[in-house]
């Protein structure tokens, strides 16, 4: 889109269709940047718009952003990655958009399989992070489970819940 405003990226989506995203310049990043904002699915009426973290001149030299596009998934409440991005904006259809960018999908690994110089050809995946108000809530285990897990010498320096203290974070969100 370029040079576009958060307001009138709102005003853009507001009647577009779930997976309706934008490409537009930055203006919170002070290098330069370009981020992507999309209308997200959402239970009530209201219209829902979520942006990813501007990606910088730093970040595009490690991945086209065509690449990023394709790739960019967020973890849903059942913990399944979900590609968000399905047309771009006004309609034109993401895979149309920008599939003749891509660049070629690595063969599969094999241990036998090498370039010139000795190396395993590597993929660059970008992970974002999602905010949960109550991350117990994501976890597919029982609270008895987590408690087995934090018990262990692998566990996280920081001090466990009691079996007790999660039941009763996990009921008080029901």
């Known amino acids: 889109m370029g040079f576009v405003s958060k307001e009138k990226e709102k005003n853009l989506l507001k009647n577009r269709p779930y997976g309706t995203f934008l490409l537009r310049f930055s203006e919170s990043s002070r290098d330069?940047?370009?981020t992507f904002t999309w209308v997200k699915q959402s239970n009530s009426d209201l219209v829902e718009i979520q942006s990813v973290e501007p990606y910088t001149k730093q970040h595009l030299t490690a991945v086209s952003f065509p690449d990023i596009i394709f790739n960019f998934k967020i973890i849903s409440d059942t913990n399944i990655p979900n590609?968000?991005?399905?047309?771009?904006?006004?309609d034109?259809?993401?895979?149309?958009?920008?599939s003749k960018y891509l660049g070629m999908p690595p063969d599969i690994m094999d241990?036998?399989?090498?370039?010139?110089?000795?190396?395993?050809?590597?993929?660059?995946?970008?992970?974002h992070m999602t905010r949960v108000n109550n991350p117990l809530s994501m976890l597919p285990l029982t609270p008895e489970d987590l408690v087995e897990l934090t018990d262990s010498e692998f566990s996280n320096p920081f001090p466990p819940f009691s079996l007790e203290e999660m039941q009763t974070q996990m009921m008080s969100t029901d």
Not at 83 to 90: D, N, Q, R, S
């Open 111 to 127: 241990e036998d399989q090498s370039d010139s110089k000795g190396y395993i050809p590597t993929k660059f995946i970008p992970v």
């Open 32 to 34: 330069g940047g370009i």
């Open 92 to 98: 034109i259809d993401k895979d149309k958009a920008f």
């Open 83 to 90: 590609c968000p991005l399905k047309y771009l904006y006004p």
